[in-house]
């Protein structure tokens, strides 16, 4: 079972920017869907971000509430990723979990179900300040 292991997280005030990180222990396969979900204190859980890799191909989708000021990356290890956010608002601020689905073959519209994400990390927190 794969581990996903978030960082990056911290405090920041309105209009900065922090770049979350997170790595994956299986690095033997390719995960075809990832993605960074958030939660709010007595808010539900929200789809931020998801990627879709297919061989070379890489599709990445954003939740309108952060399009234009998020944008997700691969790191060098095949199952890593990275959540640059920019221009952040004190909305944004919640715990931020990357998520994995099965390591087995995956439709591009799979990715936008949150059922597909069956691993998750522990989380990082990121609080934005007025």
């Known amino acids: 079972q794969v581990q996903l292991v978030e960082s990056g997280g911290g405090s920041v005030q309105a209009g900065g920017s922090l770049r979350l990180s997170c790595e994956a222990s299986?690095?033997?396969?390719?995960?075809?869907?990832m993605a960074w979900f958030r939660q709010a204190p007595g808010k539900e859980r929200e789809k931020v971000a998801h990627?879709?890799?297919?061989?070379?191909?890489?599709?990445?989708d954003f939740a309108d509430s952060v399009k234009g000021r998020f944008t997700m990356t691969q790191g060098n290890a095949k199952n890593s990723l990275y959540l640059q956010m920019t221009s952040l608002k004190p909305e944004d601020t919640a715990m931020y979990y990357c998520?994995?689905?099965?390591?087995?073959?995956?439709?591009?519209?799979?990715?936008?179900?949150?059922?597909?994400?069956?691993?998750w990390g522990q989380g990082t927190q990121v609080t934005v300040s007025s």
């Open positions: 299986d690095t033997t396969v390719l995960y075809n869907c």
């Open positions: 998520a994995a689905s099965r390591p087995t073959w995956q439709f591009q519209w799979q990715c936008t179900r949150d059922s597909t994400y069956v691993y």
């Open positions: 990627i879709y890799r297919d061989g070379d191909s890489r599709t990445t």
